[in-house]
Each structure stands twice: as C-alpha cells, then as structure tokens.
C-alpha cells in the first residue's frame, strides 16, 4: 500500500509543469506532501498553473528552456543549491507535433523535436541521478513517453522516432543507475484530453481526427490527466519498488490492436 506520508519531504522535479498531464503530476505529489520543483519556459504561466493548486505552498517554479543544455546546467545548480536533493524526476515535457509527410521533416524539426523530446531528458536525467548517487538516494526517474512509439502510426515519423528513442534510452539507463538503486520507468499515455487535444476539437478536420481516434481506445474515452498523474505516482511510490525498466501503457487499451 502507499503510505499516506512516504512522499513528505521528498524533492520532485516534474519538466513542462505549467499545464496539461505535468500540471496534475504537480498536483498529485503535492497533495502527498511533497516538494515540489515545477519547470517549464514561460513563468507567468508556471505561476498561474501553480495558482491552481491547492496546496501549492510547497511548489516552487523554475522557468528554464530545457532544450538547451546550459539552462539545464544552470537549473540543476540552482536546485542543488536550494534543495540539495532530488528524489524523483518526471521528465514530462514532450513536443506533440501536427501531421508533416515523412519525406517533409526538415532538419531544423528533427533537431528541435530531438532536442526536446530526447536530449531534454537525457540531460535532466544525468544532472538527476548525479545528485541521487552523491546523496545515496534511492531514487525514481519517470519518463512519459506515447503510445505513438508503441503503435506506429502514419504521419508524425519524427514524434515517433524521438519518443521511441526515449522509450530505449529509459530501459537502458534503468540497467545502468540499477546498481545505485535508481529506478528508471516509463509511462506511456494514449490519447489524454489535454488542451491540445481541446484545441483540435475546435477544428473540424482535426476533430474528425480525434474522433476516429477515439474509436479505437476500446474502454471507450481519452486519458485524463489524473489517469497519467496515478500511473506515474504509483511507480514513484513504494508499491513500483521492484518495478524499473517497464513500459507502462495508460491508454485504455489503445495500444493491445486493432479493435475491428
Ligand atoms: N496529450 C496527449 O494526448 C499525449 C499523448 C501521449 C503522450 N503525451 C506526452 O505527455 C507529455 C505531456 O503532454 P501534454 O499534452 O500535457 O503537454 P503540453 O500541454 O504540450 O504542455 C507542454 C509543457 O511543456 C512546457 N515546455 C514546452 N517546451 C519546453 C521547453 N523547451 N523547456 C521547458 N518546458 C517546455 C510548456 O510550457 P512553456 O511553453 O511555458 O515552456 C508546457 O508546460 C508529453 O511528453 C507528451 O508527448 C501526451
């Protein structure tokens, strides 16, 4: 069982924190009692989502353009500085990109979408788990990944690429940081009702989309964002203590095939 205090006092880094699943992994481990480093560019808009939870005494915002490796520096010194620790990092940020035709992925997108979607983590994950093993830190790294990298599909080849490669580099840093007792997962949402997914309603070409989507997730709905927020709790918590280098779908299926 998860014990009602086991996150009380732990430090939680979560990236891309102001809105959408990263804000209600702010939430969720702040309501546990923990602290909580909220990071993302804009920091108008990491104050205004921080406004929005309730016990937010315990959350601290950190703006940072984690696709550049020197802001990445820079945070980690400053939380290192102020915290001295860090128990568990979500790597939550993630650039979802519109439709572009495989053969029409310039080189500036690939290396953005990299960047982002791959080296972001990558260098969080490092700057992370240094502390962790200078601390003796038992810690937890969460990688959200998509179901796009476990259900290929047409017409977002450098989404796909970038998340399956941090679907990989998540197993492999699990074999890696096991031996410090760091665990390394990853949580892969299907379809969540973001505001993404709210703004592509309001247009009736990208609405006809997700509505076929929506088709195709057999428990019938989109992930919430809580959906997302428990997946990555419970394999943060002591119930996920044996659990690292696992894949978890939170997709309502949306992954297992086809449904007709
Ligand atoms: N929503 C879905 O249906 C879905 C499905 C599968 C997987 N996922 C994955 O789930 C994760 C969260 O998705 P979401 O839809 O909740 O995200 P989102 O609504 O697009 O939010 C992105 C967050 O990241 C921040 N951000 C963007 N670029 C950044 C950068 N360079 N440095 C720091 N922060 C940055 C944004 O704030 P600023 O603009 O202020 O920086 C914002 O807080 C992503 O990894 C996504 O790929 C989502």
Known sequence: MIQSNEFAGKIVLVTGASQGIGLEICRQFSDLGATV???ARNKEKLETAKNTIKNNSNVYTYPCDLSVESEIEKLFHEIKEKFQNVDILVNNLGA????????????????????????????????????????????????????????????????????????????????????????????????????????????????????????????????STVDIANAVVFLSSSMGEFITGAILPVDGGYTIGETV
């Open 96 to 223: 979802y990109s519109d439709k572009v035709e495989w053969n029409a992925i310039d080189y500036d997108l690939w290396i953005k979408t990299f960047e982002t979607n791959v080296l972001s983590a990558y260098f969080c994950m490092v700057k992370a788990a240094e502390i962790m093993v200078e601390n003796k830190t038992k810690g937890v790294i969460i990688n959200i990944g998509s179901s796009s990298a476990l259900q290929v599909k047409k017409g977002r080849l450098h989404y796909t690429v970038t998340k399956s490669s941090l679907h990989t580099l998540s197993r492999v840093a699990a074999m890696d940081l096991a031996k410090h007792q760091i665990r390394v997962n990853v949580v892969s949402p299907g379809p969540t009702a973001t505001e993404i997914v709210q703004k592509r309603m309001q247009d009736a070409e990208q609405r006809a989309q997700e509505e076929a989507r929506l088709k195709k997730i057999p428990l019938g709905r989109y992930a």
């Open 37 to 39: 480093i909220s990071v």
